[in-house]
């Protein structure tokens, strides 16, 4: 059973929007730091978003103001609400589950691609 599965990649206009998320079982979710990264081609993979188990949320430079990170404990899910996407957000997006020193999980990825 894998322990994260990520949704909602697609193909988008620039200027567009979309709602990422991300489905957790088989761990303590809501003891766990949830993050989204993401890794374009020949790039590092880098930190999008995250929700620490308390709620409190930080974001990578390049994307604020316009995406959203959020989680819902009751139904293990947490969400990355992506908007005025530009061609440089174009990457391969993981869901990450952490308990720091303890538990570190990753999804399987899911692409999204905005381009005209």
């Known amino acids: 059973q894998v322990p994260l599965v990520e949704s909602g990649g697609g193909l988008v206009q620039p200027g567009g929007s979309l709602r990422l998320s991300c489905a957790a079982s088989?761990?303590?979710?809501?003891?766990?730091?949830m993050a989204w990264y993401r890794q374009a081609p020949g790039k590092q993979r880098e930190l999008v978003a995250g929700i620490e188990r308390w709620g409190i949320t930080n974001y990578a430079d390049s994307v604020k103001g316009r995406f959203s990170i959020s989680r819902d404990n009751d139904r293990s899910l947490v969400y990355l609400q992506m908007s005025s996407l530009k061609p440089e957000d174009t990457a391969v997006y993981y869901c990450?589950?952490?308990?720091?020193?303890?538990?570190?999980?990753w999804g399987q990825g899911t692409q999204v691609t905005v381009s005209a």
């Open positions: 088989g761990i303590m979710f809501d003891s766990c730091d």
């Open positions: 990450n589950a952490q308990i720091p020193g303890r538990v570190n999980y």
